[in-house]
């Protein structure tokens, strides 16, 4: 899988070096590059045999996406439409701003009736897998991203979930020294959450000097979280800190440690890097947050479409006929650790992020 990854790095990098004379188109809601400005580099490189040779400034690369209102998905908007502009070809992103499974369905539907160039969705819900099988019997490439529900589309773009915590526990046991009790605030039951929480689990047991005294169920509501943080801050005085697999258990956290007058005292790592959570760092309510690497996750997923449609990479003489998979099956993304000494970039960021033309 490396060498998969490291052969669309190399091309990723090729594209880019192109894509630098093609005029940027302007921020839309659907970025499109000028037809004429466009083809110039395409016509240019005609008869030398290169990737402009075969693009249509008309094809279009769709995300199909849910909570689209989120903070969150600000970057994989900015990401999404600067791709548009690099390589010259129409983008769009798209479906609610809510988790209504129904209207998500719809505008997936919609996006296949367009015939693109491929599809970007997240699998959030099994309730997509008909369409996305649809999709590809269609020809149309489909990445998932995100997170996905599914095992249907030709690769996951994203966080490993176990990574996640796995590479956050980590980070953070080795910035308190490898010293301390630590708690775990998380969502019980939820399969995504718990690969979180086992990859803390098998981070911190590489550090004899760490125990992880206490487990919090914050389920997902901020009240709750501030209750479970509070009972094991009480039970535990001798508490380094929480780790949070989800964004509630950092709010709750810090609050409870308010309420105890412990702030400061008990370090708090949380989840994400929305704007609110950045502010905590940055005025010492909480210590640090694991940032995703979310505007990779948009680059990587456009450039696995990009390279479907585009190259035609030998593995056998006919990939079609003989059944032959030539996309990765996944590749995942970084983990960042987030603190004072950082967080004003992260901040800076996410108010680029936000000037998205989505």
Known sequence: MKKTIALISVLALVLCAFAGCATPAAATTESTAPAAEAAAPAAAAADNGTIWSSVDPNEEYIVVNCLNNIEYFNAHKYMWEQCGKMFGVKVSFTGPADDDMTVMCTAMDSAIAKNPAGICVWGYDAALDSYIVKAQEAGIPVVTFVGSTTEHGDCYIGTSQ???????GKLYADSIGGQGQVAILTILGSNMFEERTKGFEDAFAEYPGISVVAYGDTKADATTAIS?????????????GYVCTDSTGAQGAATALSELSLTGKVDVLGLDRNTETLQMVKDGTITGTLAQNDVSVAYWAFITLFTAKHVDMALTTDNVAAGAKVAPNYIYTSVNLITKDNVDYYLAANDLYATNGF
């Open 162 to 168: 176990y990574d996640l915590g796995y590479n956050g």
């Open 228 to 240: 479970a943080a509070k009972d094991i801050a009480i039970k535990y005085p001798e508490l380094k």
